[in-house]
Structure formats: C-alpha cells, structure tokens
C-alpha cells in the first residue's frame, strides 16, 4: 500500500508542477481570429452571464462612448451568445495593430484564452494585428532586425537612477567604425520607456522601413517621461504598485534632458553628435516635451516631430486643459519670451518640423491654434491630418512617416 500511495503523490506532485508551468491550453476555442476577408472573430465562454461585451478602439463609437473602461477611444457592442459562448464578429477592419477587451456584467475583463495581453498605463487590453498593407510596418518580418537594450542612467538633477530603451539597427554591430543619428521617442502621459515599444510597434517599424531602404539606420531612444517614475511600474524599486501619474510641476524632464540623457548617449553609443543628425518626436505629452525641448535647445534637433501634441501657444484659447484647472491669464512679457525663442529656434533652420493630429482628437483644436501660429509667424511646417481621435492607430502612422523623413 504504500508503494502505491507514494506512486500516487509522485504522480500528483508531477501534474502538480505541470499545472504551475502552464503546460495545458485551458480552452480549446480561439478568439480574435482574423478570416480572409479581414473580419475578426471573438468569443467569449461566459455561459451564466446575461450581457458581454466587446469594447475596442477598432469599433465605431459615438462622443460619448470614447473612453470605454479605461481604453480612450474604444466604443462597445454587444455579443450574441450561443452554448455559453459569446460571439462577435466585426466588419472587414483596415489593416491595423487594434487594442480591446471584453465588458462582463459591465466590468472589464480579459480572457484566459487569449495571450496578448499589454499594459498601458494603469489599464491592461488585448490586441491582434490585422496584417497586409500600411500594418505590414507593424509585423515581425524576415528582415534584419535591431536591437533593443534597456539601459539605466544617473540623473543628477532628477536624484535619482533611471531607465530608458535604446534601438540599434540591425547592421550597428557590424560597423564598429560607423557613426549613427539619433531619434529621441518620447511617450505619452500614460505611458514610459516600454509604450514605443510595445503599442507603438517602434522596433518593427524602424526594422522593416530600414530593411526596405525608406529610412535611413538609427539609433532610437525612448525615454521615461515622468521625472520622479525611475522606471516602467512593476520594474523598479516600487515593485507592483499600482501605476500613477506622478507629478512634474518643476518641468525637471524638460530641463535636465539635454545635459544628462543626449550626453548619455553620446558617450555610450557611436552617434553622430550634431544637430542635422538629431531628432526629436513625441506623443501627447512626449509631443508636448519635444516641443518644449528643441524650443529651449534651438541648435540641438534639426528634426522635430509633434503627434497630437499636448503643447499650447501663449495667449491662445485651448479646447483642452486639465479637469478643473482653469487657463491662465498670460502676460505680455511671457508672450514676448515665447515668440523670441520661437523666432531663435527657427532662425536655426531646422530640416523638418512635423505636426500630426486626429480630427477627432481632444487636442485637435491647441493644434490648430499652433498651425495659426506658426502660419503667421511664416514658419515652415509640415502637416498631417488623419482621422479618428488620441488613439494609437494614428501615432503609428505618424512615425511610419516621419521615420523616412528623417536624416535627408
């Protein structure tokens, strides 16, 4: 008997370590399955619920539906159940990298039967790829691909120890003699170093736009915007703590940018160390540190790029602010201070200064106010508008174009 019973608990203890390795697939259904027509598929086992679901930024959504469970920009449908498996199937989608999750008894909720799962921010979604055309960018192809090193560096002005992500294209190591520019990617107000990265499909783009000989090798460097965050939560020494928007009100990432992290990276990676071989671009709030930041260093960034810019012109009326934080009166002094540098930056005659925004987006009205601006100012720009609202089916055609741009 014992024999037996020590067989036994071996082969408990065996299923045991399995089940913690997740060797199983626990459903044996798949969800999200794109057809060849570019309709997508999803399915939902919830057999007691009486209303699932799907919210996405691939559905079409009223005003007020656009901040579906956290997700900006997603509206819902609903899914019609059969056998206790919840189906919805969407019209022919464009070709485009899509972000969704389910609504179960009005909560959102992910599904164990599906892998892909990324954090922005504070909020968690599902995403699939709808391939062929414009999101061939966005795919892992048979190409060469760069690398991708996360680095930490020392800020002194911050006082602290930081992390940012560095791409190398393909062939960097195998030019050890050569020199490469620079892209500063910053991210959004939700995000860090990991957003280009993981939503913004950066390495992908960068790989395959270089491979076909559209862009130029780069070296690409995506910051961490939050000046007290050291690191993407989860991956630094405040452990798993629920991610926060800290607090910059000192504008301690603007000023300290260009005397801690481009020496940084000057030092330690073979760069070409001059204005017309820099570039800077940003989402949101990275839109709104680019702009910031090259204006302050007008011989530093010979390209800039803004894509759904959070930045404002003095004296302008913006269609956004911050929730309960009036506008400001601005004096005259600070208007005048704003056009000179103004006038400074672009007396240094940068090769591109590019403005991208949705006719949608909830900034879509300070970036006209800058468009005017700029217009009377006569200062050259380029211009593309798309449709849509602060989504990431935009910023990745932002930088699918302006990668190709660059270091002409």
């Not at 071989?277 to 007008?298: E, T, V």
């Not at 759904?308 to 002094?333: D, K, L, M, Y």
Request: proline share 5%; aromatic share 14%.
């Amino acid at each position: 008997m014992k024999k037996i019973f020590l067989t036994i608990a071996c082969m408990a203890a065996g299923f045991s370590a399995m089940a913690q390795q997740n060797l199983f697939i626990s459903q044996d259904i798949e969800s999200a399955v794109v057809d060849e027509n570019n309709c997508v598929t999803f399915r939902f086992i919830a057999p007691k619920a009486v209303k699932v679901q799907i919210a996405g930024d691939f559905v079409s959504k009223p005003a007020d539906e656009q901040h579906v469970a956290g997700m900006v920009g997603a509206g819902y449908v609903d899914m019609v159940e059969k056998d206790g498996v919840w189906t919805y199937t969407s019209d022919p989608l464009p070709f485009v990298f899509f972000c969704f999750i389910f609504l179960f008894f009005g909560v959102s909720s992910l599904d164990s039967i599906i892998s892909f799962v990324y954090r922005d921010f504070a909020t968690t979604s599902i995403v699939f790829l709808v391939g062929n055309g414009k999101a061939d960018l966005y795919k892992v192809t048979d190409v060469p691909h760069g690398q991708l090193t996360s680095m930490w560096y020392h800020s002194d002005g911050i006082g602290k120890d930081r992390r940012l992500n560095v791409y190398t294209p393909a062939e960097y190591n195998a030019n050890p003699k050569k020199k490469y520019p620079v892209l500063y990617l910053l991210h959004g107000s939700g995000g860090d170093e990991n957003e280009w990265v993981i939503f913004g499909r950066a390495c992908q783009i960068a790989d395959n736009l270089i491979a076909s000989g559209k862009a130029d090798p780069m070296i690409i460097v995506m910051t961490n915007g939050h000046a007290e965050m050291q690191a993407a939560p989860g991956e630094s020494s405040l452990g798993y703590y629920k991610p926060f928007h800290f607090s910059d009100p000192q504008n301690k990432f603007v000023t300290y940018f260009p005397t801690e992290i481009v020496p940084f990276i000057d030092k330690n990676f073979r760069t070409i160390a001059k204005k017309d071989s820099r570039a800077i671009a940003g989402l949101s709030m990275g839109g709104g540190h680019s702009f910031n930041i090259s204006k302050n260093n007008p011989t530093m960034f010979g390209y800039v790029g803004l894509f759904s810019a959070a930045a404002s012109i003095p004296g302008a009326r913006n269609t956004w602010s911050p929730s309960g934080v009036p506008q400001r009166e601005v004096s005259p002094e600070e208007i005048a201070k704003f056009d000179s540098e103004m006038k400074t930056f672009f007396a240094s005659k940068p090769k591109l200064y590019y403005i991208g925004c949705g006719n949608e987006d909830f900034l879509f009205g300070n970036v006209t106010n800058m468009r005017k601006y700029l217009d009377d100012k006569g200062y050259n720009y380029f211009y593309r508008e798309t449709s849509g609202g602060h989504v990431w089916i935009n910023w990745r055609i932002y930088l699918s174009e302006f990668l190709p741009m660059l270091f002409k």
